[in-house]
Structure formats: C-alpha cells, structure tokens
C-alpha cells in the first residue's frame, strides 16, 4: 500500500512537472553540493553552511585538494572566496571597491587575510603590487578584468596561475587572448555554481611546473 501511494504521489508530481524539482531536492548532486542552502541564504555556501568560492562546483573540487599551506594569494574582489582561502593558505590579499562591503565581510575574515579599499581605476588595477610580492594564486573576479588580468601577470610567481572567473562572458575574452598570448595554457570548467541556478566558467591559467600540479 505504501509503494503503491508513493508511485502515485510520483505519478502526480511528474505528471504537472514538479517531480525532478522535488527529486532534487530531496536527494542530488545539488543537495549534497549545498546549493539549495546556498540559493535559500542567497550566500556561497556548501551544505554545512561554510563558505565557498562563487566558482563552479567543477573549480572547486578541482582547486581544494591542490590549494598548499605555503601559498600567497591575491583577489580582486572580496567575499566568502576570501574566507575560504584565508582558511587553506599562508597569507590572501584582496581588493575591494565597495566600502560598505569590506565593513561587512572583514569580520568574518581570519586574521591572515588583508583587504584593500581602493576605488575604481588605476589604484585598484594597481593593488597587486601593494604587498611587494609575487602570488602563487591571483584571482581575477572583480572589477576592470581584463586590465587587472594584464597588469596582474606580472605579478605571479614562477609557479603561479591566474584564474578568472566568469569567464564565458565575450567582453572578457581579451583577458583570456592576453593570457594566452604570454604563453600560459588554460582549461574553462564551466558548470553550475552556487545561488544561482545558471551555468558559468572558472579559466585557470597555467604554465609548466605550476603550483597546482596541472
């Protein structure tokens, strides 16, 4: 009786078209992801409630297991990526536009993290070279992409990578023809990413003997 109720329960579902909508939610990839306490708290979260990179889940579990203790990373932009690096590495640096933001995300930051507050420009292109070192990880996900991308080459290390993000949008591609152009091989890892139910790409870019093993 109960097999029989659950079939036509499934049957009523599927029949007004919410029986895959239900079915992921009770048990998917999605779920187990975190993606539907990420869409509900609208943050970049997994489904334990810590937070994540806004990247695709394909970035992501590509990128943790190869994230080192050593590493010095820099963003442009800051957020839950920020915690997450902070929590995995050496030292993160980051560059933020929105004053209000940095108010709000810098107490959640670990105390290994540093934010620039910088306006839209030259200043904030230029916030790489702040620190007066070169990055194992820059993270190109904020403003100005393709001028931080060319100025922000400069700055990675002799095993470095760069990775931007969003990087299917066509307004990007010459970051992506810059990057290129320098020498450096790339790999899209498009798929869905937390909050929003679209798909999008993460480009980590990469030469030979990079620190991420590629």
Same mark, same amino acid.
């Given at each position: ?15 007004? =078209? %919410?029986?895959? $909508? ?6 998917? #990839?999605?779920?187990?992801? =975190? ?6 708290? +609208?943050?970049?979260?997994? $489904?334990? =409630? ?6 695709? @889940?394909? %970035?992501?579990? %590509? ?23 902070? #929590?995995? &590495?050496?030292?993160?640096? !980051? ?6 933001? /940095?108010?709000?995300? +810098?107490?959640?930051?670990? $105390? ?16 790489? +070279?702040?620190?007066?070192?070169? @990055?194992? /990880? ?7 992409? &393709?001028? *931080?991308? !060319?100025? !922000? $080459?400069? @700055? ?18 010459? #970051? ?18 937390? /909050?929003?139910?679209?798909?999008? *790409?993460?480009?980590?870019? @990469?030469?030979?003997?990079? *620190?991420?093993?590629?």
């Amino acid at each position: 009786m109960v097999k029989f109720l659950k079939k036509q329960g499934w049957g009523v579902l599927n029949s007004v =078209g %919410f029986g895959g $909508a239900v079915q992921l939610y009770l048990k998917s #990839a999605l779920k187990e992801y =975190g993606w539907f306490r990420s869409f509900h708290s +609208k943050q970049s979260v997994d $489904a334990a =409630g810590n937070p994540l990179p806004w990247y695709t @889940y394909s %970035f992501i579990f %590509f990128l943790e297991p190869r994230i080192k203790p050593h590493f010095e990373v820099f963003e442009y932009g800051s957020g839950n990526s920020t915690r997450w690096y902070g #929590a995995r &590495v050496k030292h993160i640096a !980051a560059v933020e536009h929105d004053a209000q933001w /940095i108010e709000i995300i +810098k107490p959640k930051l670990p $105390a290994n993290s540093t934010v620039f507050s910088r306006p839209q420009g030259p200043s904030y292109v230029e916030a790489v +070279k702040n620190e007066g070192k070169k @990055y194992n /990880i820059i993270v190109v996900d904020g403003r100005n992409r &393709v001028k *931080c991308t !060319a100025f !922000a $080459a400069e @700055y990675l290390s002799e095993d470095g990578v760069l990775i931007l993000d969003n990087s299917e949008r066509d307004w990007y591609q010459p #970051a992506k023809d810059f990057m290129t152009n320098k020498g450096y091989k790339s790999i899209d890892f498009r798929g869905m990413l937390p /909050i929003v139910g679209h798909e999008s *790409c993460s480009t980590v870019f @990469y030469k030979e003997g990079n *620190c991420l093993g590629i």
